[in-house]
């Protein structure tokens, strides 16, 4: 189906210059043909009030420790652990960190981040209706089994996933998204949302660049097409080539939170 | 991909909305506005919506959504449009600073509540 959604509703053009939709879906018919005798209630809720409150009592906790809390987020296998894993063992033990990593199922990220040496909580999404993200009552819970008088840093391994990870406030000061040069150039362009809402970018596995037919300057563009002037780090992780600006940046943030 | 999270939260608010004094009424119709950044597919959502009601005051209920276009103001010629490609630069200037103004909801506006008499009126049709 290549038709867009918007086209479709585009039959059902309101005055007001919105698109409304509207489904008969079978037995709705009844009720809907008798409008007067319907009475509206008004509500003006955000549907996602519950996360957000918590994610502000989220926030409130870590600004208390001082921390500085880092949203991690990428699509499947573009390298969030990896980077995590040589970006801990690059800060470390000048910056105290602590890692809360989320997966649908497995403890695989935990079991090689624990090697770094700091405090890594693994939260299986599995137990929450295999959740493709990760949301801020999940962090209030993992929240519990971290030291947070004696860290600095909080990263959270958000789950794989490219869409709904950036609908979900944790309680993050800044987010960070990592596109990987085996993906598409034009994968901004197609995830809007999530590099909309990051405050940096990894372009990461250059050192795969010889071997890949892969635009730099293309995805960079794309990128700053959806968040102009977003810092973008291109770099390997695997080859830790290219981290500096990277490790700079994220050592920036922390020291900002440290001195208030 | 959560569609089904913000059916059962859409539920409980909507459900919570009700008042008290009438806690044996059908909700006929959910107005939503939903944001076209959200990451929400409305047929999804009803899909998720229709089974997650079944037996709560929502059951069979509709889903009205209302979509709402994405709207920026450049921040440095204070132009507003409405974003329809992926592409967040002002269509005038060209600067990259500028403020969403719409696009982000995903709100519940308000719930319809079918009156006993209605229902009886419809049913003897």
Not at chain 1, 171 to 180: H, K, P, T, Y
Not at chain 1, 204 to 227: C, F, G, M
Request: proline share 4%; with cysteine; aromatic share 4%.
């Amino acid at each position: 189906m290549l038709i867009r959604d918007n086209r479709i509703q585009v039959a059902h053009h309101h005055q007001d210059g919105h698109n409304h939709s509207h489904p008969h879906a079978k037995g709705d018919t009844a009720v809907h043909s008798v409008k007067s005798g319907l009475r509206e209630i008004k509500v003006v809720r955000r549907v996602l009030d519950v996360n957000e409150k918590m994610a502000d009592e989220n926030r409130v906790l870590f600004n208390q420790h001082g921390i500085f809390v880092l949203n991690l987020m990428s699509s499947p296998g573009s390298g969030k652990t990896t980077t995590l894993e040589k970006t801990l063992a690059a800060i470390t033990p000048e910056i105290k960190c602590a890692v809360i990593v989320g997966d649908i199922c497995t403890t695989n990220d935990a079991d090689r981040l624990s090697v770094s040496g700091v405090p890594v909580v693994q939260i299986n999404t599995d137990e929450f209706g295999g959740d493709c993200h990760l949301a801020a009552h999940v962090i209030e819970k993992a929240a519990v089994s971290i030291p947070l008088n004696e860290i600095d840093l909080l990263i959270v391994e958000n789950i794989g996933n490219l869409v709904c990870p950036a609908e979900f406030d944790i309680g993050e000061d800044a987010r960070a998204v990592i596109l990987s040069v085996t993906e598409g150039e034009d994968k901004p362009l197609k995830y809007p949302l999530m590099f909309r809402e990051s405050d940096v970018a990894i372009l990461n596995k250059t050192d795969l660049l010889p071997y890949l037919d892969y635009d730099v300057e293309e995805a960079v563009s794309s990128i700053r097409q959806i968040h102009p002037g977003m810092p973008v780090f291109e770099m390997s992780s695997k080859t830790e080539a290219g981290m500096g600006p990277w490790l700079d940046w994220l050592k920036g943030q922390v020291r900002n939170k440290l001195q208030g | 991909m959560h569609e089904m999270g913000i059916a059962m939260q859409i539920i409980e608010i909507a459900t919570a909305s009700i008042p008290k004094e009438e806690s044996d009424v059908t909700v006929a119709r959910v107005n939503l506005k939903v944001g076209k950044l959200a990451a929400v597919v409305s047929d999804s959502l009803r899909f998720c919506f229709e089974i997650a009601a079944k037996e709560t005051p929502l059951e069979g209920a509709e889903l009205d959504i209302e979509e709402i276009p994405v709207r920026a103001r450049c921040k440095a010629c204070d132009a507003e449009w409405t974003i329809e490609g992926p592409a967040f630069n002002c269509e005038k200037c060209d600067s990259g600073q500028i403020e969403i103004l719409s696009g982000r909801e995903l709100n519940i506006e308000s719930i319809e509540i079918a009156d006993e008499d209605t229902i009886n009126a419809d049913s003897g049709q």
